[in-house]
Nanobody, 122 residues
Framework: QVQLLESGGGLVQAGGSLRLSCAAS????????MGWFRQAPGKEREFVAA???????AYADSVKGRFTISRDNAKNTVYLQMNSLKPEDTAVYYC????????????????WGKGTRVTVSS
């Protein structure tokens, strides 16, 4: 069992930065692929970024070059550094953990946090 708690969301102006954190409980954190997903109002949840237990990363095209995912297994935490934020990045961001796949398919993620809201003003 893995429990996930996101933090770091907030209100930021376009062009600004935020760093999201996801703290995980459980001793098997290092063995999980970790992912970030987001859901904007009226839209479906979409993949943002993922990092495997081998530190292989994947990003949605919309955030490549602006967002960076990383993990600290000693702290059971995964991060999402978001730079050059745009109003279209406004969404609730969810952290997820899974044991299969590269982290980009939400169906492969077994555990989810409750989300943290990011609002980017223009």
């Amino acid at each position: 069992q893995v429990q996930l708690l996101e933090s770091g969301g907030g209100l930021v102006q376009a062009g600004g930065s935020l760093r999201l954190s996801c703290a995980a409980s459980g001793r098997t954190f290092s063995g999980h692929t970790m992912g970030w997903f987001r859901q904007a109002p009226g839209k479906e949840r979409e993949f943002v970024a993922a990092i495997t237990r081998h530190i292989s990363t994947a990003y949605a095209d919309s955030v490549k070059g602006r967002f960076t995912i990383s993990r600290d297994n000693a702290k059971n935490t995964v991060y999402l550094q978001m730079n050059s934020l745009k109003p279209e990045d406004t969404a609730v961001y969810y952290c997820a953990a899974g044991m299969t796949g590269d982290g980009s398919n939400p169906r492969n993620m077994d555990y989810w946090g409750k989300g943290t809201r990011v609002t980017v003003s223009s």
